[in-house]
């Protein structure tokens, strides 16, 4: 988990490009400069102390005036990174950023790791407790409608019946062709497991987040992602049979899913606080405290 590389984007509105870059500076270092090309983006960027480069852009999805749209996006980072992805949040934040309904937050996982084999059994890992992640992450219905749809039934049905052997074969199975030239903006990027950029841009995309500039927060989402992502590196098998949604035993399935991944101990105490707020019942007990436990205490 802490050996994989992932970068993140943070949309917000209500503040300057400029002065979001500027606020980003305020912990990398580093200079700032204005790209106008292409114009479509308007970017903003921070090259840091160490040469890497944060972007702000322009996102007309974001429900904003265009001069008040940022939309960060970090360079790739490590494990070691998340104190000072949680400063520049902080920063953001500080600089009079905001969120609302049209921000969210992607989470990219670097995929040089992963075979046809390892995503598949992300896939499946995810179909399966699909219900459940959204349900924990609160995602909107207009955002799981819109712009994180959940696993395409048509691409699991492909993927358990072909079993594709190689990426080439993948793409095949998540296209319905062989896409030698995607494109950006290609249709099928609107999953909350976005496969469209291992391909694209050689990462794997996660798209469930509500926009948020609570430092606690994004850090407890790059940690739950890339724990999913390093389960399905060292897992032999996934099964993809979907688990049905009890809203009464879900914060304990919750948990128990993300003791799973690995996500235990004091290290990931915060994580499982924010993962588990959105959902009912109790952490600890499946179906209530047991009477013989309320009478000991």
Not at 89 to 108: P, W
Not at 133 to 149: D, F, K, P, Y
């Amino acid at each position: 988990m802490k050996s994989l590389r992932f970068g993140i984007e943070i949309e917000t509105i209500g503040q300057t490009r400029e002065t979001v870059a500027r606020a980003i500076q305020t912990v990398v270092g580093g200079t700032v400069r204005h790209d106008a090309e292409p114009s479509c983006y308007d970017a903003w960027v921070v090259v840091d102390r160490t040469g890497r480069s944060w972007k702000v852009m322009a996102d007309s999805s974001l429900n904003a005036d265009r001069s008040r749209q940022a939309e960060v996006v970090s360079p790739i980072l490590h494990y070691e990174d998340l104190e000072q992805l949680q400063e520049v949040v902080r920063a953001i934040r500080h600089a009079s950023a905001r969120v609302d309904f049209s921000t969210g937050i992607h989470v990219h996982v670097d995929a040089a790791r992963f075979d046809a084999a390892a995503i598949q059994r992300l896939v499946k890992v995810v179909n399966k407790q699909e219900r459940l992640i959204e349900h924990a992450l609160g995602i909107s219905e207009n955002r799981r409608v819109r712009w994180c749809r959940g696993i395409d039934p048509t691409f699991l049905a492909r993927i358990e019946q072909r079993r594709p052997a190689t990426l080439e074969d993948l793409n095949v199975a998540w296209y319905g062709y062989l896409n030698r030239s995607p494109i950006h903006y290609d249709q099928s990027r609107y999953r909350g497991l976005n496969l469209h950029n291992v391909w694209y841009r050689g990462t794997i995309e996660f798209r469930w987040f509500e926009g948020t500039l609570h430092a606690g927060k994004v850090k407890a989402y790059v940690q739950f992602v890339l724990a999913l992502a390093a389960k399905a590196l060292n897992a032999k098998t996934a099964s993809s049979r979907r688990r049905e949604f009890d809203p009464a035993t879900a914060k304990y399935d919750f948990r128990v899913f993300m003791l799973g991944l690995g996500l235990i101990g004091d290290e990931f105490k915060t994580a499982r606080l924010h993962l588990m707020a959105h959902l009912e019942g109790s952490a600890a007990w499946k179906h209530g405290r047991p009477a013989e436990a309320r009478a000991a205490a």
